[in-house]
């Protein structure tokens, strides 16, 4: 399953992408580093509180907004990416695993 990190990191990039906005263009206006940036949104960055304040405001949402994780509240697009990282980032034992839910899902 995917670590908190993970979840925001996607969160905010899909966020990014929806603003129509580069990595450089929201790394820029958030005052982070490309590397930072490129790291928060791979879930291997550590952000501050000060870094989500300035990657909110910089993608003109609230910081409640930016932390709404909720899975029922995702598009379509957004679960499907969730899913795919989850999926590929799973064991090949837990691969198997979820090939079973899916194909018990749909039977």
Same mark, same amino acid.
């Given at each position: ?9 996607? *969160?905010?990039?899909?966020? *990014? ?24 949104? *791979?879930? *291997? ?63």
């Amino acid at each position: 399953m995917a670590n908190i990190h993970e979840i925001l990191g996607k *969160r905010i990039q899909l966020l *990014r992408k929806k603003a129509g906005l580069t990595q450089l263009e929201l790394a820029e206006k958030a005052n982070l580093s490309l590397k930072h940036l490129g790291e928060i949104e *791979r879930g *291997r960055g550590n952000p501050t509180l000060e870094s989500l304040h300035n990657l909110s405001v910089a993608l003109d949402i609230s910081l409640m907004k930016l932390f709404d994780l909720e899975v029922n509240l995702l598009t379509t697009k957004m679960t499907e990416e969730l899913a795919i990282d989850i999926i590929q980032s799973a064991s090949p034992s837990d691969k198997t695993k979820i090939l079973k839910i899916l194909t018990a899902l749909t039977e």
